[in-house]
T-cell receptor, first 112, second 114 residues
Framework: GESVGLHLPTLSVQEGDNSIINCAYSNSASDYFIWYKQESGKGPQFIIDIRSNMDKRQGQRVTVLLNKTVKHLSLQIAATQPGDSAVYFCAEKIQGAQKLVFGQGTRLTINP | DAGVIQSPRHEVTEMGQEVTLRCKPISGHNSLFWYRQTMMRGLELLIYFNNNVPIDDSGMPEDRFSAKMPNASFSTLKIQPSEPRDSAVYFC????????????FGDGTRLSIL
């Protein structure tokens, strides 16, 4: 399954499938991007980050892709598990700014 | 490893009362952030400290809100007087150094102002 932007707040995938969560960021001068996972009743949990001088970064079961041409960021989760159910946020830092700006989030639900 | 520790986890109080939220950042982190999360506005930065000095407080809603960081291991966010519209989840986060490093969040304080 694929989310086509933060205006689509919920993504449902089958357990074992790959998930792709997309984020359209706002500023071409953004130089740092980060993904968080937030489970109910908990704080956002850091997943992976990427700087603007890279276009891909991999972690354990996760990959972040950055397309600066179209100002697009995606988070790929391989072999989605029930424990991946959460709200996922992207955030960007504009060059020279002293804050992260968070997106609205995408809720990922896993179907057994 | 101890993460960011916030207290209390829940706070319910009547409008007009003073509210104090507390945060202990991860040891060795020199940057601390206070955020507010609501359904309507999402996750918003209130204030950012670096080496105990406030760097950006442009997100602090108004004079009723104040934050302090008296030392590297403790920060407070105070609301006085509190209002019902202050009801939200307040998060504290810390990073090794600055905004271009991963911020690690506590589990938040859920604040309800009646």
């Amino acid at each position: 399954g694929e989310s086509v932007g933060l205006h689509l707040p919920t993504l449902s995938v089958q357990e074992g499938d790959n998930s792709i969560i997309n984020c359209a960021y706002s500023n071409s001068a953004s130089d740092y991007f980060i993904w968080y996972k937030q489970e109910s009743g908990k704080g956002p949990q850091f997943i992976i980050d990427i700087r603007s001088n890279m276009d891909k970064r991999q972690g354990q079961r996760v990959t972040v892709l950055l397309n600066k041409t179209v100002k697009h960021l995606s988070l790929q989760i391989a072999a989605t598990q029930p424990g991946d159910s959460a709200v996922y946020f992207c955030a960007e830092k504009i060059q020279g700014a002293q804050k992260l700006v968070f997106g609205q989030g995408t809720r990922l639900t896993i179907n057994p | 490893d101890a993460g960011v520790i916030q207290s209390p986890r829940h706070e319910v109080t009547e409008m007009g009362q003073e509210v104090t939220l507390r945060c202990k950042p991860i040891s060795g982190h020199n940057s601390l952030f206070w955020y507010r999360q609501t359904m309507m506005r999402g996750l918003e930065l209130l204030i950012y400290f670096n080496n105990n000095v406030p760097i950006d407080d442009s997100g602090m809603p108004e004079d009723r809100f104040s934050a302090k960081m008296p030392n590297a291991s403790f920060s407070t966010l105070k609301i006085q007087p509190s209002e019902p519209r202050d009801s939200a989840v307040y998060f504290c986060a810390s990073s090794l150094s600055g905004v271009s490093q991963p911020q690690h969040f506590g589990d938040g304080t859920r604040l309800s102002i009646l």
